[in-house]
């Protein structure tokens, strides 16, 4: 009898047991981690969504035929180079938002801050890019609502009517300005978050506070903006 | 507060995450990226036959770019296991959707006789 009273008081130490984090991570990393949850339902539905739309269509306007052009350089004829450029900016930002989280565990401020200010490089070489890219399309035809017409859209399908051609286009560009919009205002935000926190490195904020740790709730975001990106990248550009 | 999730956060973190691993995750995506531009710029328009095999392999690749991304980058292959699953497991919900409507697409073709 004694015994089992004496087991029931006996303090528990298992992490599900309070007073200790049992995921042992701090709470706002956590909180990050499940809005990048919601946020991939968001995009996927937004993918899904084209997918689905694409399947139902008997044609579409083909890839490697619609981006083929670097803007400034080439007009035709290099499908796909544009693009590689705009996901290596983005995996090498990346790269160097990692560098900077490696940094703010070794409490080295400057280099956090020389990582951090090439990641913001590369977030606004890549906006540019898009920038670019979606001058480009619009100055084609394209934009929410518009399509080129009839004859240039010919070139983009290997097949179909007219109106089948028209009606799939115009999914196809509602389609991509709003998701690679939303992904564009996903890297946008991260590169406003991205200067907020750089300065407050700068500003010392972090060393007072001894821990790094923003610089790594950030960076989640950043590689969920580049994760995203893989995604669009695969099922725009290369399906 | 930020003493003590400092401290809970250094645990088994400091082998995980090195300089040397960070470079090499990297030098996998890159890769990756390279044989999908070489199988789109290289191999389909030479082998028109292929293109039917191409799309599965892209997928696969991008999955495998994802997990690399965020097992590695995002840390969370080093993180404990119920909050690796709490993440992961909600996954199900994409898989379903992904499921349903491509499904439905299908159907959707016959919806469309006008054209």
Redesign the interface.
Known sequence: MSTTVSQIDEVKTSPWSGGRSPFNVEYGKIMMWFFLLSDAFTFSSLLIAYGSLRFSASVWPGADKVFQSVPGLVDHGAPLVFVGLMTFILIASSVTMVLAVEAGHRNAKKEVVGWMIATVIGGFMFLGCQALEWGHLHHEGFWWGSVPPAEELKKLFTGGSEAVQHMTSQEFANLFFTITGFHGFHVFTGVIINIIITVNVLMGTYEKRGSYLMVEKVGLYWHFVDLVWVFVFTFFYLV | M??E??E????G??DT???KR??QV?GI??FI?CI??II??AIVPNHPDLLKY??PV??V??LF??FY??A????LKF??M??IL??VI??I??IG??LV??N???H??D??PV?
């Open positions: 930020s003493a999730s400092h809970v956060h250094h645990d973190e400091h995450m090195s300089k960070i470079w990297a995506l890159t990226t999908e531009f789109a710029l191409a799309n892209y997928i690749l991008t770019k994802a991304i965020v590695y980058f995002m840390h993180e404990k119920g909050l709490s993440l909600p996954i919900f994409i959707l992904i409507l491509t439905e697409s299908h959707w073709v919806l469309r054209f």
